[in-house]
């Protein structure tokens, strides 16, 4: 299949689209086609046209790049409403759940990130092995996709992932919504049943009125919950506003707590340091945390001009992960040779881990050993 094809099938452009092959490790298949990057309803839609064998062109739309209700001129805009539904936006890695067709027609179903086709295992995270985990705690996914033929976008979250917002859970999903094979997103309230519990539910109305009185009261609530903790942010990222327009489609907006919203839109021309580290956790979940990666990532938000100025912190900010990255892997394998497990025997665990870093490094040490085996 030629890439303009499949580009035609999203109506997106040639260059938004990335070719892939590789093995889907959920059912142990050959997989090639397209993966869009297009930061729009089409972000991480995939163009399926191998499985097995060659097969019809196969659509699977993934987690939509979410906007504001405001541009960077600060301009408001909000679709017409008939009611309005807020979840909590929680903060972790995004999964999708979605079947496709094999060559022998076989339906499957499997699970990715949002700009890779399948979940891995990577030096950069064991996301494949965290999410088997939650499977194993939410059996019913898979049933639940194979009967509503609908993908279902979940939020992979808590210590053991941890980000931004400190959790003190060790390791959940939250289903977050369905998506139809057109595309078009349905929350929790829209379907007859969910496949995992849902993020929480903070707001609802019917015929919502100034809805930017709203947003903004709901935002500045947020602000006021969250603190600092050792680890990061207690409290709540922010929310995902759904919005069902007169015509019977749901539209998503994203909200974000004020401190957070500072994160990742810096004052003038230059990108904030908490920006680029949060655009590299991202390119770590999708396989490779490189310079040109972030600068990807990152132009989905900013203009040319403001990642070419902030290309010296870019760098240096990738260098930064790169080097706590390796120190976790470092830790990782230290602990994985003792034969032990931090919940049985904390004491002989870090008294053995002592002996090989130093002695200021033991509290980061015990954090990496304890959101390895999801201890909060």
């Known amino acids: 299949m030629e890439i303009r094809q499949a580009a035609e099938l999203l109506g997106a452009q040639p260059q938004d689209l990335h070719p892939f092959r590789d093995i889907d490790p959920f059912n142990a298949i050959t997989v090639a086609g397209f993966i869009c990057r297009r930061p729009d309803h089409r972000y991480g839609a995939l163009v399926i046209y191998h499985a097995d064998g060659p097969t019809d062109p196969q659509v699977v739309y993934g987690t939509p790049k979410m906007g504001y209700p405001f541009d960077r001129a600060g301009r408001w805009a909000f679709p017409p409403a008939a009611r309005l539904e807020a979840y909590e936006k929680l903060d972790g890695t995004n999964v999708l759940a979605f079947s496709y067709r094999t060559a022998s027609g076989k339906t499957v179903v499997s699970y990715k990130t949002r700009l890779m086709p399948f979940l891995g295992d990577r030096r950069m995270g064991s996301f494949l092995t965290m999410w088997r985990r939650l499977l194993d705690e939410n059996p019913g996914i898979e049933g639940w996709v194979r009967e509503t033929r609908l993908s279902a976008s979940f939020e992979m979250y808590g210590s053991a992932n941890r980000?931004?917002?400190?959790?003190?859970?060790?390791?959940?999903?939250?289903?977050?919504?369905?998506?139809?094979?057109?595309?078009?997103?349905?929350?929790?309230?829209?379907?007859?049943?969910?496949?995992?519990?849902?993020?929480?539910?903070?707001?609802?109305?019917?015929?919502?009125?100034?809805?930017?009185?709203?947003?903004?009261?709901?935002?500045?609530?947020?602000?006021?919950?969250?603190?600092?903790?050792?680890?990061?942010?207690?409290?709540?990222?922010?929310?995902?506003?759904?919005?069902?327009?007169?015509?019977?489609?749901?539209?998503?907006?994203?909200?974000?707590?004020?401190?957070?919203?500072?994160?990742?839109?810096?004052?003038?021309?230059?990108?904030?340091?908490?920006?680029?580290?949060?655009?590299?956790?991202?390119?770590?979940?999708?396989?490779a945390l490189t310079v040109r990666a972030v600068e990807q990532l990152l132009l989905e938000d900013w203009e040319e001009r403001e990642v070419r100025a902030s290309a010296t912190l870019i760098e240096r900010v990738v260098a930064e992960v790169e080097q706590e990255e390796a120190f976790r892997q470092e830790v990782l394998a230290a602990y994985r040779s003792l034969g032990l497990r931090l919940q049985d025997d904390r004491g002989g665990v870090m008294r053995a881990l002592s002996g090989r870093f130093p002695k200021a490094m033991m509290r980061r040490v015990y954090r990496i050993v304890a959101d390895h085996e999801g201890l909060s």
């Open 163 to 287: 980000h931004l917002i400190d959790y003190r859970v060790p390791l959940a999903a939250a289903f977050l919504f369905a998506i139809t094979a057109d595309g078009k997103h349905l929350p929790p309230s829209a379907l007859p049943s969910t496949p995992a519990r849902p993020a929480p539910l903070l707001l609802a109305a019917s015929s919502p009125s100034d809805l930017r009185t709203l947003y903004e009261q709901q935002r500045e609530e947020m602000g006021r919950q969250l603190r600092e903790t050792g680890e990061g942010l207690a409290g709540m990222e922010g929310a995902v506003w759904y919005l069902l327009t007169p015509g019977g489609t749901w539209r998503l907006l994203k909200l974000k707590a004020p401190q957070v919203e500072e994160i990742h839109f810096a004052e003038g021309a230059h990108i904030s340091r908490e920006a680029v580290r949060h655009a590299c956790y991202r390119a770590m979940e999708d396989g």
